[in-house]
């Protein structure tokens, strides 16, 4: 990502865009395509501490399962945000 595109939804304002390569890093290669492939620019940094443990909590999915579950979610939320901006 380059230094000067911002995602389109931080949930934690933290500028992640300077210094989420870690997240990146870190997340199985089927997330970190699912990331990419994504229509939106999602944050790995969000998806990671906001979107995650909620998931985690409910479910007895391994970790990839659950990342991927996760970007759902948080596709989910920002959809759901979209549509009561148009209203």
């Known amino acids: ?3 000067d595109e911002n995602q389109t939804k931080c ?3 933290t500028h992640g865009w300077r210094w989420m390569e870690v997240y990146f890093d870190s997340l ?3 997330v970190r395509q699912r990331l990419r492939n994504s ?3 999602l ?3 969000c998806l990671v501490t906001e979107f995650l ?3 985690q909590r409910h479910s ?3 970790r990839e ?3 991927l579950a996760a970007i759902e979610v948080m596709e989910l939320q920002l959809r759901r945000d979209a549509t009561r901006m148009q209203s």
Do not use: G, K
């Open 39 to 41: 229509p939106f620019n």
């Open 1 to 3: 990502m380059a230094d």
């Open 53 to 55: 443990p909620e998931v």
């Open 60 to 62: 007895e999915y391994s």
């Open 11 to 13: 949930w934690i304002a």
């Open 43 to 45: 944050c790995p940094a």
């Open 65 to 67: 399962r659950a990342v």
């Open 28 to 30: 199985p290669l089927s």
